[in-house]
């Protein structure tokens, strides 16, 4: 079975543009959710997605937004670029949003702002 | 205050001996989930091992054990005979099952040295 993929790996993107990034869960698994990881901040959730909805949303500006197909892939939008959007950009898949249900992370996209 | 305190920012090990991750964490909750995670330098995170508030057993995976002790509030990740490929950043996590704190809360995470 594949494992979650996140596309693109790399990104480099100016200040003040706009970026997308793509989740593909593991296949079956209806819940998706991002997480930003900077060395300064750490791993910080930004949103969880289930069943095309949001479900759960972190302490970020609305500049982050994201949202989930029918399929259950899903995508993060980050408009406005600062300099701090620098980071690894972590998706990970569970089967459903119940309280424990193990979540399996892609490899993530690291964003560099310049 | 911080909801997870992971205080070894980094640990060695010699190759084949065992070596304790201390995780702290802090919460009001009486149903709550505790996770470690591993991340290479790949930067994939890896699920290693669980414990449910209400387990009564410590968790145990392969190499890898929870000792739990709920009182004082810890959850460390003990790996035995460690390896080279062990050497990575370890992180310590809550999900918490209280309303909109379902998410999975991070340690600052451990980076394990594993020595030859």
């Known amino acids: 079975k594949a494992g979650v993929t996140q596309t693109p790996r790399y990104l480099i993107k100016t200040r003040g543009q706009q970026v997308t990034l793509s989740c593909s869960p593991i296949?079956?698994?209806?819940?998706v959710s991002w997480y930003q990881q900077t060395p300064g901040q750490g791993l910080q959730f930004l949103f969880e997605?289930?069943?095309?909805?949001?479900?759960n949303k972190g302490n970020f500006p609305g500049r982050f937004s994201g949202r989930q197909f029918s399929n259950s892939r899903s995508e993060m939008n980050v408009s406005t670029l600062e300099l701090g959007d620098s980071a690894l950009y972590l998706c990970?898949?569970?089967?459903?949003?119940?309280?424990?249900?193990?979540?399996?992370f892609g490899p993530g996209t690291r964003l560099t702002v310049l | 205050a911080q909801k997870i305190t992971q205080t070894q920012p980094g640990m060695f090990v010699q190759e084949k001996e065992a070596v304790t991750l201390d995780c702290t964490y802090d919460?009001?909750?009486?149903?709550?989930?505790l996770f470690w995670y591993k991340q290479p330098s790949s930067g994939e995170m890896i699920f290693l091992i669980y414990?449910?508030?209400?387990?009564?057993q410590n968790a145990t995976e392969g190499r890898y054990s929870l000792n739990f002790q709920k009182a004082r509030k810890s959850a460390n990740l003990v790996i035995s005979a460690s390896q080279l490929g062990d050497s990575a950043m370890y992180f310590c996590?809550?999900?918490?099952?209280?309303?909109?704190?379902?998410?999975?809360?991070f340690g600052s995470g451990t980076q394990l040295t594993v020595l030859p």
């Open positions: 997605y289930f069943s095309e909805t949001q479900r």
């Open positions: 990970a898949s569970s089967l459903d949003i119940g309280f424990f249900n193990e979540q399996f």
């Open positions: 919460t009001s909750d009486q149903s709550y989930g």
């Open positions: 996590a809550m999900r918490e099952d209280s309303g909109s704190a379902r998410q999975l809360t």
């Open positions: 414990q449910g508030s209400y387990d009564e």
């Open positions: 296949s079956g698994h209806r819940s």
